[in-house]
């Protein structure tokens, strides 16, 4: 499943800023971690992600939004 989550970009960014840069990653590589999904190619201001499966996407919206 490919969604866009620019909506939810700021409180993963918040996240980062916090303690996902002690944790020694990257928000894509967290993203990957935790919920199987990678980014694509970014294009019109878009966060494209590829999500494994509509499960891991309503994980994601869940906690991020």
């Known amino acids: 499943m490919i969604a866009d989550i620019k909506p939810q970009w700021k409180q993963l960014a918040n996240w980062w800023w916090d303690s996902g840069e002690n944790l020694g990653m990257s928000i894509w590589e967290m ?3 935790e919920y199987g999904a990678r ?11 590829e ?13 991020w939004s």
């Open 31 to 33: 993203l990957e971690h």
């Open 51 to 63: 999500f494994p499966d509509d499960g891991s996407y309503v994980l994601f919206v869940l906690r």
């Open 39 to 49: 980014q694509l190619p970014r294009g019109n201001g878009d966060n494209l992600v």
